[in-house]
């Protein structure tokens, strides 16, 4: 059984437990962070560090988020996870546990700390270049998309309807403009130019984002931080998702249509191959 971390215990998952007054459960009162760990080494931490930090911050959550860094390193350990391909951490914290109000517990109680870690899989090259499919749905999340909080009901909802759909993942649009997916950022390529929803409220500003259009830079592939109408989206010469355990992943077909000739394009292969060199450096 997979050993947890919980409020300062390492413990068997089926042990750990949470109170039923806690602000996470009542309210999804707090924010996580998905740090990736390649052969056994986090990567990009600091910017996972930084980002839980800003969004605890944003939140009025009071924690020292930097002490998780040893945390993140056991329980690879712990797990047998420090010397496989592909893993990552999970790590949320909440508001902590207090009789329901909405404002906050006055005084405050100390956060809910919650940290785990699995493996990922990666696709078998052969089926990464099948590509995958993708419905798009209305946006319905809060107009906050960059704290990444716990409170995931619109994310939920999209990938739901994704399945339903007998598709890969979902698209969400906000006013006509394509955004990101489910629990992913977008990219499209269109004449050789890669372009991404820029950095604003209405998206997670993806760590994976800022990896692939530094990568891209060095590749002498312009980039261009831009709002992508969805009718233009849907002629794009190719389109991929990108994020912590979804690294790269090209998107052949759109509510049915395919995308550019229905085929993984050359700039998502170029860049998967630039960024699995990245993470395995
Ligand atoms: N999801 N956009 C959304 C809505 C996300 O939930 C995520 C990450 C991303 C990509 O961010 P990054 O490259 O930093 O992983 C973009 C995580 C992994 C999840 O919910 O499991």
Do not use: C
């Amino acid at each position: 059984m997979s050993v947890v971390y919980l409020n300062g215990d390492y413990l068997p998952v089926g042990d750990a437990t949470v109170s039923v007054n806690d602000r996470g459960f009542l309210f999804g009162d707090g924010v996580y962070e998905v740090t990736p760990s390649y052969g056994g080494r986090l990567f990009r931490w600091e910017q996972h560090l930084a980002r839980l930090k800003t969004g605890l911050a944003a939140i009025g959550i009071d924690f020292d988020a930097a002490a998780l860094e040893q945390v993140k390193e056991e329980l690879l350990a712990r797990n047998g996870l420090d010397g496989v391909p592909a893993a990552y951490v999970y790590v949320q914290v909440t508001r902590g546990t207090a009789p329901r109000t909405h404002w906050f517990p006055d005084p405050p109680v100390a956060p809910t700390v919650y940290a785990f870690a699995n493996r990922f899989m990666r696709p078998a090259m052969a089926e990464w270049r099948r590509g995958v499919s993708a419905v798009t749905v209305p946006d319905q999340r809060w107009a906050r998309a960059d704290i990444k909080a716990i409170a995931l009901l619109a994310n939920v909802l999209a990938a739901q309807a994704a399945v339903e759909a007998g598709a890969g993942n979902a698209i969400f649009v906000r006013d006509g403009i394509a955004l990101e997916g489910s629990h992913n950022n977008l990219f499209a390529v269109f004449g050789g130019v890669l372009a991404t929803a820029p950095k604003s409220n209405y998206i997670l500003h993806g760590i994976t984002r800022d990896l692939l259009i530094e990568l891209a830079g060095e590749m002498g592939i312009p980039v261009e931080e831009r709002a992508i109408p969805l009718p233009e989206l849907t002629r794009a010469d190719e389109v991929f998702f990108s994020g912590t355990t979804t690294e790269v992943r090209p998107v052949v077909e759109i509510d049915g249509r395919k995308v550019g000739d229905g085929r993984v394009g050359p700039v998502a292969q170029r860049l998967y191959e630039r960024f699995l060199e990245a993470v395995e450096a």
